[in-house]
């Protein structure tokens, strides 16, 4: 079963605004990560929280955790249209096991 | 740094036939990845190797899809025979050990007709 899903599916804002993207997962986690993909490229990591983090930031990015909650948000301020991409979360339940991604955000800054 | 390479980027063959993908990861990491993704959808694992050695392959159709990774450096993914549903980016990565950040290759995009 999918572990992580994004919501919402699709983001459309301005340049300078701000992106708020939303991830939900079922079993408990060893930590959470968020990853970037440009149309028809690689994933790149954005950033890494673990299970006893709450906040995390990178430059513009914030993360948020919330065990109880099992959801973590990705948080992108001042957007560009260079952040145009799909965000995935993906999460594994124990250290080292398989990494599990969910379907993506799919970001479009428009300029 | 040389990122995660993979040949070739793009295939495309006939329901049946067969295919092989390599991948080269980065030089110093034990732990490598393949990944399918379908259009529209996050990517499933497919197998993890750590050095030569199978950790996970739960989710690899092996009736028709086999991955080796011959003295704990380069891999291949072959799909023998191929199907429709195969149609897909097949993503290898790599990382320096089972818990440390993924990198992943541009991806081999197949389409099967």
């Known amino acids: 079963s999918q572990q992580g899903e994004e919501d919402p599916q699709a983001l459309s804002i301005q340049e300078g605004e701000n992106a708020t993207m939303n991830c939900s997962y079922k079993t408990s986690i060893n930590n959470l990560q968020w990853y970037r993909q440009n149309s028809g490229r690689g994933l790149v990591h954005l950033i890494l929280?673990?299970?006893?983090?709450r906040e995390k930031h990178s430059g513009r990015l914030r993360v948020t955790l919330d065990t109880s909650k099992k959801s973590s948000s990705l948080l992108i301020t001042a957007s560009r249209a260079a952040d145009t991409a799909s965000y995935f979360c993906?999460?594994?339940?124990?250290?080292?096991?398989?990494?599990?991604f969910g379907e993506g955000t799919q970001l479009t800054v428009n300029p | 740094e040389a990122g995660v390479a993979q040949s070739p980027r793009y295939k495309i063959i006939e329901k049946r036939q067969s295919v092989a993908f390599w991948c080269n990861p980065i030089?110093?990491?034990?732990?490598l990845y393949w990944y399918q993704q379908i259009l529209g959808q996050g990517p499933k694992l497919l197998i993890q190797f750590q050095n030569n050695g199978v950790v996970d392959d739960s989710q690899l159709p092996k009736d028709r899809f086999s991955a080796e990774r011959l003295k704990g450096v380069d891999s291949t993914l072959k799909i023998q025979p191929a199907k429709l549903e195969d149609s897909a980016v097949y993503l290898c990565?790599?990382?320096?050990?089972?818990?440390?950040?993924?990198?992943f290759g541009e991806g081999s995009w197949l389409t099967v007709v």
């Open positions: 990565a790599s990382s320096f050990n089972r818990v440390n950040t993924i990198y």
């Open positions: 929280i673990r299970s006893n983090e």
């Open positions: 993906a999460t594994d339940a124990v250290r080292g096991s398989r990494l599990t």
């Open positions: 030089s110093g990491h034990a732990t």
